[in-house]
């Protein structure tokens, strides 16, 4: 049974072949969705006939949003060590540790609930895909009943038993990356599409995350990195060289960074929540997009350093603080996390694509940026269905 929804005020299909610019921009517009698909997509007085009709009274459409980094499979609460670091005060106890304390000892059903309910919090704002990972477990078991629990609520699942290392091997950590890349990793392959490291000082450093990936990759893992976030690294050459999907964080990147990922492959995924809620410098996606990167923009919804699950939110910081112009911190939140998760069946609105959209009480896309903290998304459809 099909379903048209005429007369949307602008559209935004991220495919310059059916409309205006980068974008792809269609005017007085109509979507038809069949099944799970889209099955025609065009000018609003020419839709076909079709069995349900929806009127978007001129608002505007884009493509769900495509939030290719976050960390949902965790328990516990760090309002106090935010409300510290907002107030200026020192806070020993806590980071990830506090965290990986509180996962452990979390039952399943616990876990579960709390990746439900922030995928559902993420969807009423706009986001139909989600990659989510595991990294508050870091012992095998903990590792795969958290991978086990995020492949219940999508398919784009990582596992980051390189997170930290945990305060059980603070003595070897030669002995953690062991276990990561043998016992770990063979309990946590078959439920995980991607592997991931957190390369930086004080976590992995270079040859520790070049083991951690390579192994992956001999499991049929594809690598992604957590990279140059707190200062320059190796991280972003690493995932260059390896043929990493995407390259998170990019916030301290050399002049040999940039052109490394412009000549290669791999998405620089920009994480503005992340600098916003520890008032940090935020990464130069002006650089990165002059010098022809492709960029992703995606929240990092983590409960330390980026609680927030809301695109719309990492849009409009984009724009005013990192140099993006409206539509490009748009394609960054959609088609650029599609390419993040390599993704061609999402982040965009054309015949076969998978049916997410989504309906802004707004006449423009630019509104996102426009209008920041304010509650835009009036419809969702994922798959083809009705969601909010
Ligand atoms: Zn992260």
Wanted: glycine content about 10%.
């Amino acid at each position: 049974m099909a379903t048209a929804i005429t007369n949307i005020g602008t559209l935004v299909t991220n495919d310059p072949s059916l409309g205006q610019g980068p974008l792809g921009i269609i005017e007085n517009a109509a979507v038809v969705i069949d099944g799970d698909r889209i099955a025609w997509v065009g000018s609003s007085s020419k839709a076909p006939p079709t069995d349900n009709r929806t009127d978007a009274e001129g608002r505007a459409a884009v493509p769900g949003f495509v939030d290719s980094h976050s960390h949902l499979v965790f328990a516990g609460d760090r309002t106090a060590e935010f409300n510290a670091r907002m107030s200026g005060r020192r806070y020993t106890a806590g980071g990830i540790r506090t965290t990986v304390a509180a996962t452990r000892a979390a039952s399943d059903d616990e876990l579960d609930a709390t990746v439900a309910r922030h995928v559902a919090e993420a969807l009423r704002q706009g986001t139909t895909t989600i990659e989510t990972k595991s990294g508050y477990g870091l012992t095998v078991e903990d590792e795969a009943r958290c991978l086990r629990i995020a492949a219940r609520h999508t398919d784009e699942v990582t596992f980051l038993g390189a997170h930290i290392v945990p305060p059980d091997h603070a003595d070897d950590p030669a002995a953690y990356v062991d276990l990561v890349t043998g016992p770990m990793l063979d309990a946590c392959a078959p439920h995980a599409r991607w592997i991931d490291v957190f390369c930086e000082r004080g976590a992995f450093d270079g040859d520790q995350a070049r083991a951690v990936l390579t192994a992956g990759a001999a499991r049929g893992l594809t690598p992604r990195i957590h990279a140059n976030q707190l200062g320059p690294g190796p991280g972003v050459q690493l995932a260059v060289e390896l043929g990493a999907a995407s390259a998170d964080h990019c916030t301290y990147l050399t002049e040999q960074d940039v052109d490394a990922l412009a000549g290669g492959s791999t998405v620089a995924t920009l994480l503005p929540g992340v600098e916003f809620s520890t008032r940090s410098p935020y990464p130069d996606a002006r650089r990165l997009l002059d010098a022809g990167v492709t960029v992703a923009l995606s929240t990092d919804c983590n409960p330390g350093s980026s609680f927030t699950s809301s695109v719309p939110f990492c849009i409009a910081v984009a724009v005013r603080d990192m140099g993006m112009t409206p539509d490009e911190a748009l394609h960054a939140a959609t088609v650029g996390g599609a390419a993040a998760l390599r993704r061609t069946d999402v982040g965009r609105v054309g015949e076969g694509a998978r049916a997410d959209l989504v309906l802004l009480d707004a006449p423009s896309h630019v509104h996102l940026a426009y209008r920041p903290g304010v509650p835009l998304v009036s419809a969702v459809w994922r798959a083809g269905v009705r969601e909010v």
